[in-house]
Every structure is written in C-alpha cells, then in structure tokens.
C-alpha cells in the first residue's frame, strides 16, 4: 500500500481537477520504470480506468492503483509533496529503496 500525506493529497486533487479528472472517481497511477541515474524512477499520472490485473486501494481520500510488477517495489512508500521556492515536487519516500539519487526520482534494490 501507498500512503498519501495531507500536502500530497491537497497537490494530487488540485492537479487532478485542473487536468479534467474527478479525485473522487478516478485515480492516480503510480508505476515504476527503468530509468534515471540509480536504475529505477517513479511514474505518477492519472487515470480513469484499471486493469484486472492492477492493485487498487485508497489512502487519504486518494485512490491509487498500481501496476503488479510495481507494487512489489512500492509496498510500504509514503507519497509526499514538497512545493516553495526549493520544492521538489511529488517525494516518494520509499523504505523498500537501498540507494536514491540526489533528485530523490530514482532508486535501486
């Protein structure tokens, strides 16, 4: 499961509303993909529909899915946001991670 924080779910309905989406209805896909300086980055979008095979849970008023092979590398990750003058962005905090970059959007096992 993927925890939402309350500044990540302020970010995820405000994005979702500007990009024609209902945060009420559809859901954020969270994802992982080969890429990025330590081997693995992260992949957040929207979506309005599943696939059987998808993991689907709700944190904080957020519904999430997430691809099988995915899920295994994100159990347990805290989504966070980080805005201001020297924000990142979405964070993904990720106990399951041995090594990140700098940036905080990749990592390896």
């Known amino acids: 499961m993927i925890t939402v ?3 990540a779910r302020k970010k995820v309905v405000e994005l979702m509303t500007d990009d024609g989406f209902d945060a009420t209805t559809d859901f954020v896909r969270v994802g992982v993909k080969s890429g990025g300086c330590s081997g693995l980055s992260y992949d957040l979008s929207f979506d309005k529909s599943h696939a059987a095979e998808d993991k689907i849970f709700e944190d904080n008023g957020v519904k999430i899915i997430v691809d099988k ?9 805290i989504l966070e946001y980080s805005g201001g003058l020297n924000g990142k962005g979405f964070v993904f905090n990720n106990p399951n991670a041995q090594r990140t970059c700098g940036c905080g959007e990749s990592f390896s096992l």
């Open 69 to 77: 092979k995915s899920f295994l590398y994100l159990v347990g990750t």
């Open 5 to 7: 924080s309350d500044t």
